[in-house]
């Protein structure tokens, strides 16, 4: 269980975010939204621990973070505004990497599967740089499935998208919630999930 409690953040003398308290149990999917520059994607940088907050705590499975922070980093996938995949590799040369990185037991043929029905697999000996926007979308969104970790952190996983895409990550989504994993994301739309709490961070402006 994910616990965020009582999250300050500001930059600049400007307060971003205040008094942001979120709980995400097994099988909980946290939605958040509000208007450009309201603090989301802040806010999920804070959760994965790349930026600290001015005060407030978080815990995982009861145990404050900062005294859990082996625990919490391997069981934690997160996505955001910045690929990770390198631009010199092949698709299939950054999953390779990928999955030596995080010990995947994802299997080859498991691999091209994934690749064909995302619409990859005519690429997957093409440069990353070479790739649109939405097909380095597709290959990071990979990174779910290759990592098996339990809380998915996602900052606008549907941008850049086609429509059989999109329903493709929320069954994707749907399937990992019913493994008792857990997801929080940010996006201006709200997608068609099973028990979805949508959070919006301006009323805690």
Do not use: A
């Not at 999953?95 to 990185?101: P, Q, S, V």
């Amino acid at each position: 269980m994910l616990l965020v409690n009582n999250i300050y953040f500001s930059r600049q003398s400007k307060t971003i975010l205040k008094d942001v308290n979120l709980s995400i149990p097994p099988k909980g999917i946290i939605h958040l939204t509000g208007n450009n520059g309201v603090g989301k994607t802040t806010l999920l940088k804070i959760i994965c621990k790349i930026l600290n907050p001015d005060d407030g705590e978080i815990f995982w499975n009861g145990k404050n973070i900062k005294k859990n922070h082996y625990d919490y980093c391997k069981n934690i996938t997160f996505i955001l505004d910045q690929n990770t995949s390198n631009e010199n590799l092949t698709v299939y040369e950054n999953i390779i990497f990928w999955k030596k990185i995080f010990s995947s037991q994802i299997k080859i043929n498991e691999i091209e599967s994934i690749l064909e029905v995302l619409g990859l697999l005519e690429y997957k000996n093409t440069s990353t740089i070479h790739l649109s926007f939405g097909e380095i979308k597709k290959l990071e969104l990979i990174r779910l499935i290759i990592e098996q970790k339990k809380l998915w952190i996602l900052d606008e996983p549907f941008i850049g998208l086609d429509l059989k895409s999109v329903e493709i990550i929320i069954q994707t989504i749907t399937n990992h919630l019913e493994l008792n994993g857990m997801v929080i994301f940010t996006s201006h739309t709200l997608p068609t999930i099973p028990n979805i709490n949508t959070v919006n961070l301006e009323i805690n402006e």
